[in-house]
């Protein structure tokens, strides 16, 4: 796939004009592990060149992440606190009112958030539960910020009714490598998930699907996850990469606290982070949950990498999150910037478009 991106920027550091890029579907599972052999240095360093390619250098966009419904999710997710089958003291809610998300957003947007995510603990959306999503998203978006929204799997009929409400984005992630899906999830199938996906582009919504690390996976399932994204028809234009937050109560948490599968070892996280990068050169990859337990160091060599977007405030859903005032210093300190330039992906869209 030969896609002419373009894109600019408002800081001097970013990256003007008009390229040309290979965008490869056809990955091998030998050349992705190849990528995470390389030598730290110079795996980053190919990352950091990709990343300047066809992203704004110094640019980091901000999200904000609002459980819109929380917990009872009938899933058995083993990481997840808001499974029933969990016992994380984490209380069932109802879906939020329209004014309440609203207000949610609007804080989000005066702490310089440009992105939008609402999740809700559904295996999928009722259709009664569709009028209420559809007037958010559109209520969301009359606002001014780009909208993401993970209720679940869809159907087409669903996902056409949220790419009619303009829906930027929809967020499914694979959580982890085929092989090693069945160990985390027994409700639903790693294809339930990919149909998802498919019923969402199908629709016009753009695609955010990423996973966990961390999770006792082996190398070999990082790269059969990475494998699983990039050989996808089209590739996600958003690819969240989450730290497992292991919760006390879950089958991961419990099972993994206190031992050292509880935490990815942070090189092998950035060379997770820069794999992404280089096979999925116009994604957005999104830096997610785990950020809160690592350092400045790691996550500067993360950006380094690749890494281009993170959730901004105290909580992503139910776990904890660094907050606005340490992400500021942090990016202060990394003569870092909030995000004002178009999304590779988005742009190629538009301009293929135009012509």
Not at 71 to 82: A, F, I, L, T
Not at 131 to 158: H, Y
Not at 160 to 185: F, K, Q, V
Not at 305 to 325: E, P
Request: aromatic share 4%; charged share 25%; with cysteine.
């Amino acid at each position: 796939m030969r896609c002419r991106c373009a894109h600019s920027a408002r800081s001097q550091h970013a990256a003007i004009g008009r390229s040309r890029v290979t965008i490869r579907t056809d990955w091998t599972r030998e050349e992705i592990a190849a990528l995470f052999d390389l030598p730290f240095d110079e795996l980053v360093f190919q990352a950091a060149t990709v990343h300047r390619a066809h992203h704004a250098v110094g640019q980091i966009q901000l999200c904000t992440l609002l459980s819109i419904k929380t917990g009872g999710c009938p899933e058995d997710c083993g990481y997840c606190s808001q499974s029933v089958k969990a016992d994380s003291g984490v209380e069932a809610t109802k879906l939020m009112e329209v004014q309440q998300v609203l207000q949610k957003a609007a804080q989000a947007a005066d702490a310089g958030s440009k992105r939008f995510c609402m999740g809700a603990a559904w295996r999928n959306p009722k259709d009664r539960d569709m009028p209420a999503i559809v007037e958010i998203v559109k209520s969301v978006r009359a606002m001014g910020m780009e909208t993401c929204m993970t209720l679940g799997m869809l159907t087409p009929k669903q996902a056409d009714m949220l790419a009619e409400a303009g829906l930027d984005y929809y967020n499914h992630n694979i959580d982890t490598s085929p092989e090693r899906y069945n160990d985390i999830i027994t409700t639903r199938t790693m294809q339930d998930r990919l149909d998802t996906l498919d019923h969402v582009r199908k629709a016009g919504i753009n695609v955010c699907s990423g996973g966990i690390v961390g999770m006792g996976e082996t190398r070999a399932d990082r790269v059969g996850f990475i494998h699983t994204l990039a050989t996808l028809p089209q590739h996600p234009e958003s690819v969240p990469v989450n730290a497992l937050v292991p919760v006390k109560g879950t089958v991961l948490g419990d099972m993994l606290a206190d031992t050292p599968l509880a935490k990815i070892d942070d090189i092998e996280f950035v060379r997770t982070i820069a794999v992404a990068r280089i096979t999925m050169p116009l994604s957005m990859v999104r830096l997610s949950a785990g950020r809160e337990s690592m350092s400045e160091a790691t996550q500067a060599l993360c950006f380094m990498a690749g890494a281009n977007s993170i959730f901004t405030g105290d909580k992503l859903l139910t776990a904890a999150n660094a907050g606005d005032d340490k992400d500021a210093a942090l990016m202060t300190k990394l003569g870092l910037v909030p995000m004002e330039a178009e999304e590779p992906l988005r742009a190629c869209k538009a301009l293929e478009a135009a012509e």
